[in-house]
């Protein structure tokens, strides 16, 4: 019926210590006793709705509406500033329910807002009063709604990972798939000459033509030769997407992701070593990853060149880190110990920037 206590519920938890409020009001600002039930159930009621799994609709229902009405009723009949407890239902309406203000439970928020607003209108004594209501509902409203699109940018980045890891699954498996027709292409051929050599070759060998046998035997020992370089030639080919390739896909993942991106690459048309192009690759993935799912940013420039080696500079304008341990991007940095590479993160913020040399060369 409830779920157990999980870390992304200790947000919820820490609102609690509002709760003191009411019940200090007790003591301190003479709040009638029937005051202290009513603050319990809502206790009662908001953990629920933390902990009440999806199926329990209607006791959730019941639980949203006590929040509701325990909010407009000690708003309006024992202290006006409990209209801030209104914090509590909106982040679980964002945030524990993901809805926004066109659903069954933003349309019953507003509702008991405006009823607290009219009610204040209607009873305040001073236009002081009146205007000070109006003003913590709008800040109310604007907090709620900056939630709304943040969750909702947050979404958005989310289904954009998820899309390219699964686009990136399906490039994968078109890449197998075709590989293995590639192989199936090559070594059929190959196999079904080398059958067709040998029976050839059994049959001189039964007419003791020693010197056909040898022809077809030498013809054999050619066609393995040669099926042998295609397959590695075939390999190499389709081991790894080419660097300018990922690049391409990398930037078309942050332009969906609304990061405007300046790519300069000056490596394009150089050959590099396997090892390096799949390093290089794998580390520019890691690093647009992080800036789509945590940096913030709504700008990024990319660069690739030649320096003492191959250097990697990437930068954004995003939140950056708030402190540097040493350990940062640390998944970067067990890829570069790969190449002999090392990163250097040059600015933690404002701008973020990272720059990455690897000490591997190229082929010619």
Not at 40 to 45: G, T
Not at 292 to 298: G, L, N, P, Q, V
Not at 330 to 351: C, D, F, Q, Y
Request: some cysteine.
């Amino acid at each position: 019926m409830f779920y157990p206590f999980q870390k992304n519920f200790l947000p919820y938890y820490v609102g609690l210590v509002f709760v003191s409020f009411p019940l200090l009001g007790l003591k301190y600002f003479g709040y009638p006793m029937w005051t202290s039930p009513l603050t319990f159930l809502f206790v009662v009621a908001y953990m629920g709705l933390v902990h009440l799994k999806p199926r329990h609709r209607f006791l959730e229902e019941v639980f949203w509406h006590y929040l509701l009405f325990y909010i407009v009723l000690m708003s309006s009949v024992v202290n006006g500033n409990m209209m801030w407890f209104f914090f509590f239902p909106s982040n679980l309406l964002v945030w524990r329910f993901e809805k926004g203000w066109r659903s069954y439970r933003g349309y019953s928020l507003l509702v008991a807002i405006l009823i607290m607003i009219g009610v204040f209108i209607t009873y305040s004594p001073t236009m002081t009063d009146k205007v000070a209501i109006v003003l913590v509902t709008l800040f109310i409203l604007g907090m709620t709604t900056f939630q709304m699109q943040t969750r909702e940018e947050e979404a958005l980045k989310d289904l954009l990972y998820r899309q390219s890891q699964e686009n990136q699954v399906l490039v994968a498996e078109n890449e197998r798939n075709r590989i293995g027709r590639d192989l199936h292409d090559t070594l059929g051929h190959t196999f079904a000459m080398m059958s067709l050599k040998t029976e050839l070759a059994l049959k001189q060998l039964d007419k003791d033509n020693i010197e056909a046998v040898r022809k077809e035997l030498e013809e054999i020992n050619q066609i393995s030769r040669t099926s042998m370089q295609e397959v590695r030639t075939l390999i190499n080919h389709l081991k790894y997407r080419s660097l300018e390739e990922e690049l391409l896909a990398l930037q078309e993942l942050l332009t969906m992701s609304h990061i405007e991106v300046s790519l300069d690459n000056q490596l394009e048309g150089e050959v590099l070593l396997p090892m390096v192009s799949s390093s290089l690759v794998m580390i520019l993935r890691e690093l647009v990853t992080n800036i789509i799912k945590h940096a913030e940013a709504s700008q990024c420039q990319i660069c690739l060149k030649r320096d003492n080696g191959i250097v990697v500079l990437v930068s954004d304008n995003g939140k950056g880190f708030s402190s540097l341990t040493g350990t940062e991007l640390h998944s970067v940095r067990e890829r570069l110990t790969l190449v002999s590479g090392e990163m250097e993160i040059v600015s933690p913020k404002a701008p973020t920037l990272i720059h990455i040399r690897l000490e591997e060369g190229v082929n010619a």
